[in-house]
């Protein structure tokens, strides 16, 4: 067998794919041993790199063990590379002797180091390629990629002309001198170009895809849609495709293959899971056999949903067929996360040894549960485990509020921002990073230029229309016009849990509030919660016969504020579902306040306040993303003196009606924490308990944007932040009610 493999893994660096085929594809399945799939694997994208059976194989790959000759490391090296597993491949690149390299082998060496961003090496390994073979394309091509990545713009479009005077048709290299020269020119210019070529050509899946992928990188997102939508073919007029496809006989299928594949990763880059499901769903219709990789993505977006059940079914399924215990281990972990069971996920990831296939992956995974549970430090040790072999390690180093990158860091992650092959979500991470990089070494015009770019990247792919919450709230101000109306309220058992309700503006300190309220004995913090918004939907759906809400607010009776309450209560997270109490730290619901005192009138309420042009600030500050839609006035400097305007005539709405409420300044907090939490907790109809104190130990999920402020002991930092960005926040401080700034600041009356 041993003797088999090394000349088969000579036929395929010779390039004699056939050969290789012609020994593989007559073995029976179950006789494959994994290094002979390796081969197969190989030969196969060499000669038809989207088939079927291509995507099967990759999808299934990740299970497979090798321990045959030493000659197949190259080729285990190169499967790392299609699995986009930069590190392992150097790994497994530096056991070779380099003597016998050829260009190929330098030229996928090339693009591992690409993967962990070490644009240098890479840059030195495309040009031995290119030594060794001064005819290949390919090698120009990759060389003009990290040529651009090293923002050596120039030199990178000389080295896509001399691809494409190699391989005029070469479509990587005419798509990436494109997309370069729409980056440099910053015009749709050229958008209308790739359109032209396009209409003169509309059967080319490559230039459809190169079109389509501009309108992406200018959020032109429904255009790029509308682009691949037109060349979507109904199911029903395709053949199912059998495992083993003819690549010819199968050509159509595989371009709509090609063509969901794509429209599918957009979906679920802009986190639109349910249209992710349903390309997907039509994938899995097309294949008589799915591949496997399409079922774990179902799962996932099924989870994401919220549909867990489903998602259980799919992974026990796949468990029976796969035999791959690792993966279904990874794919049950993820479903425990997006169940809120963080600390069992975590058991199950810390089960994985370093000689894992999935120990990289699992790193990341790790850390992030530990830094939403408090375990900052050893969230940090993970993360720099993987900083050696990726750079973007550091931007979540960074966002754990406690990690100051140096200066080396610092400038390698300014140079992927400013590379205009890197995408746009990603660099808009980039760039919030590198705002608080820059923040923590006081380096504010740096930070206000990164904020500056951050922001107008969100807004690109966030609609937002400030007029329909200033209407939103002008209805509730007209339609509550008493703080219990005509009815008594909710009539519910005495066993059920208690709500306690902690509202204010996004980052006004609402996480730092709930984590000392829910540190109490009594009492189970449940994070933010929708049941309350969810309610205005419940009852113009299950009262249809009301005025639409709040019109109708006055017109409630005792049943239907007791069915509001009611599902409130079943909504709850299973932590809160057996609690005494329950703690909904929605910052939001300070729009409900007036219809949360009408179901739940004994339940208090508190009102964090804070300095509105810190506020402000913060907002700006914070990369909420696209999962946070509703935060879509956070981008904007205006909108987000409009939010602030609106919610302050909102509380002052709710003071003068007469709901009752704590109300305290986060600044007041921070300089007097043991006076203002003891007042907290005596409000909520508490008793005292001396660990409220060491609220930062606390062992607990946290999954919101303060994670790591609550994770230290409290600090004052955070007051009077703004004067450091003052011009940047001036178009919000001029936009600013003078009443919402002369309520914190008198003085200035």
């Not at 073919?233 to 969901?260: G, V």
């Not at 794509?262 to 799915?290: H, K, S």
């Not at 966002?399 to 990158?405: D, E, H, L």
């Not at 990369?623 to 946070?628: D, H, I, L, S, Y």
């Amino acid at each position: 067998m041993a003797d088999q493999l090394n000349t088969l893994s000579q036929q395929l660096k010779a390039q004699n794919y056939a050969g290789v085929l012609k020994a593989t594809v007559l073995i029976p399945e179950n006789q494959k041993s994994d290094d002979l799939k390796l081969l197969e694997l190989i030969a196969r994208i060499k000669s038809d790199q989207s088939s079927p059976i291509v995507q099967h194989y990759l999808s299934e790959s990740a299970g497979w063990s090798f321990n045959q000759p030493e000659s197949l490391t190259s080729e285990r090296a190169f499967l790392h590379v299609l699995r986009n597993e930069g590190a392992q491949a150097i790994r497994l690149y530096k056991q070779l002797d380099h003597e016998t390299f050829t260009g190929v082998d330098y030229n996928r060496l090339g693009n591992a180091y690409l993967m962990v961003s070490d644009f240098n090496q890479a840059l030195q390994c495309y040009d031995k390629a290119i030594e060794l073979e001064p005819e290949e394309p390919s090698h120009y091509n990759n060389k003009g990629g990290a040529l651009a990545r090293l923002q050596k713009f120039d030199l990178a479009l000389e080295v896509y002309d001399q691809c494409l005077e190699r391989e005029p048709s070469h479509n990587t290299a005419q798509n990436a001198r494109k997309k370069l020269l729409i980056k440099l020119n910053q015009s749709e210019d050229l958008l209308e170009q790739l359109k032209a070529d396009l209409d003169q050509d509309p059967d080319s899946l490559e230039k459809r895809l190169g079109y389509f992928n501009a309108l992406v990188e200018f959020a032109h997102y429904n255009d790029a849609i509308s682009v691949l939508k037109d060349k979507i073919t109904p199911i029903k007029e395709l053949k199912t495709i059998p495992l083993e496809a003819d690549p010819e006989e199968y050509k159509e299928e595989r371009d709509q293959i090609n063509l969901r594949t794509t429209l599918c990763q957009l979906f679920e880059n802009r986190q639109m899971w349910m249209r992710a499901l349903g390309v997907t769903n039509q994938m899995i219709e097309m294949f008589d056999e799915p591949p496997y990789h399409l079922l774990f993505s179902k799962a996932d977006y099924l989870a994401e949903l919220g549909k867990f059940e489903e998602a259980d079914t799919i992974i026990d399924d796949l468990e029976e067929k796969t035999n791959d215990a690792e993966r279904i281990k990874v794919a049950r972990a993820g479903l425990l996360c997006e169940r809120g069971k963080e600390s069992d996920a975590l058991e199950l990831y810390e089960s994985f040894s370093k000689g894992s296939r999935f120990y990289r992956q699992i790193l990341h995974k790790k850390a992030d549960i530990k830094l939403t549970l408090g375990r900052i430090e050893e969230s940090h040790a993970d993360l720099l485990e993987l900083l050696d072999t990726n750079i973007m390690v550091a931007v979540q180093l960074i966002n754990s509020k406690n990690y100051k990158p140096d200066d080396q860091i610092i400038e390698k992650l300014k140079l992927i921002a400013r590379n205009p092959f890197v995408a746009e979500q990603q660099r808009e991470n980039l760039c919030f990073a590198l705002a608080l990089a820059c923040d923590k070494r006081k380096e504010y015009d740096d930070a206000a230029d990164f904020l500056r770019e951050a922001n107008a990247l969100n807004r690109k792919k966030i609609k937002y229309n400030p007029q329909q919450f200033t209407q939103r709230s002008e209805r509730h101000l007209r339609f509550f016009q008493t703080a219990q109306g005509p009815v008594i309220a909710a009539n519910l058992p005495d066993d059920r849990p208690k709500p306690i309700f902690i509202v204010g503006m996004p980052r006004s300190g609402t996480t730092l509030t709930e984590t000392i309220v829910g540190t109490h004995s009594k009492v189970s913090p449940c994070g933010e919660l929708p049941g309350i918004p969810k309610i205005s939907r419940f009852i113009n759906k299950n009262f249809p016969k009301l005025k639409p809400y709040p019109e109708c607010i006055d017109e409630l009776n005792q049943g239907m504020l007791t069915a509001m309450a009611e599902s409130y209560i079943k909504q709850l997270p299973e932590e809160g579902q057996g609690a005494i109490y329950t703690a909904d730290k929605l910052p939001h619901n300070f729009v409900n306040v007036g219809l949360i005192h009408r179901i739940f009138p004994k339940a208090p309420i508190i009102h964090v306040m804070r300095d509105p042009r810190d506020n402000g600030l913060s907002n700006f500050q914070q990369n909420f993303g696209a999962k946070f839609g509703g935060m879509g006035f956070a981008f904007d400097l205006e909108h987000l003196a409009n939010e602030i305007n609106n919610y302050w005539r909102l509380m002052k709405h709710w003071r003068k009606i007469g709901v009752p409420m704590i109300e305290f300044w986060y600044e007041d907090l921070v300089n007097e924490q043991e006076t203002i939490s003891k007042a907290l907790i005596n409000y909520c109809g508490l008793q005292w308990e001396e660990q409220i104190l060491e609220f930062h130990k606390l062992e607990r999920r946290v999954k919101t944007a303060s994670v790591g402020q609550v994770r230290n002991k409290m600090y004052k930092s955070s007051a009077q932040k703004w004067r450091n960005y003052e011009e940047l926040l001036q178009p919000m401080i001029d936009a600013l009610d003078t009443s919402v700034v002369e309520f914190y600041e008198p003085e200035a009356a």
